[in-house]
């Protein structure tokens, strides 16, 4: 069993940011909770490295919830359970360079073709579930 952090990030245009994994799979940007590291620090630091976001606003905490991993194919990896704990995240950063060569390929996708973009199905699940916080959130925006 694994535990991983990451985040929701979201544009100015109300877009959400996907990486693409070894070019096989699309995910939200997220990896491996370092020892003593809390989990949101966790999320900006692999936002920053799949997707080259350095200036991120943490806007709240979006829970977590439970998948197998990938593997460099794309396919489930019975042998690791993952606990993912994700944030909401904005940012007025626009061009994206990913650092991690593990991770190619960054773009941001409106709300609805990243559902359709998600590889994985827990991860669509997931994404569907905060749609309300993500909307409120760009409600609250629009507003101010």
């Given at each position: 069993?694994?535990y991983?952090a990451g985040?929701v990030v979201?544009n100015?245009q109300?877009q959400v940011l ?24 966790t999320?900006q630091?692999?936002?920053y490295?799949e997707a080259g976001?350095s ?9 977590s919830y439970?998948?197998y ?11 690791e359970?993952?606990t ?8 007025e950063?626009?061009?994206?360079n990913p650092q991690?060569k593990?991770n190619?390929?960054?773009r941001w ?6 559902l359709k973009?998600?590889s ?7 994404l569907?579930q905060v749609?309300p916080?993500i909307e409120?959130?760009?409600k609250r925006?629009?507003?101010?």
């Amino acid at each position: 069993h694994t535990y991983s952090a990451g985040g929701v990030v979201i544009n100015p245009q109300g877009q959400v940011l996907l990486v693409s994994r070894h070019s096989t799979s699309w995910a939200l940007p997220k990896g491996h909770i370092e020892v003593g590291e809390e989990p949101a620090v966790t999320a900006q630091r692999e936002i920053y490295e799949e997707a080259g976001i350095s200036y991120l606003h943490l806007v709240q905490s979006l829970g977590s919830y439970q998948r197998y991993a990938l593997d460099p194919q794309g396919h489930e990896d019975p042998s690791e359970m993952k606990t993912i704990y994700m944030y909401l995240f904005h940012t007025e950063q626009g061009p994206l360079n990913p650092q991690d060569k593990e991770n190619t390929e960054a773009r941001w996708f409106t709300l609805k073709e990243a559902l359709k973009q998600l590889s994985h199905p827990k991860d669509q699940d997931f994404l569907e579930q905060v749609l309300p916080d993500i909307e409120g959130y760009l409600k609250r925006q629009q507003a101010d």
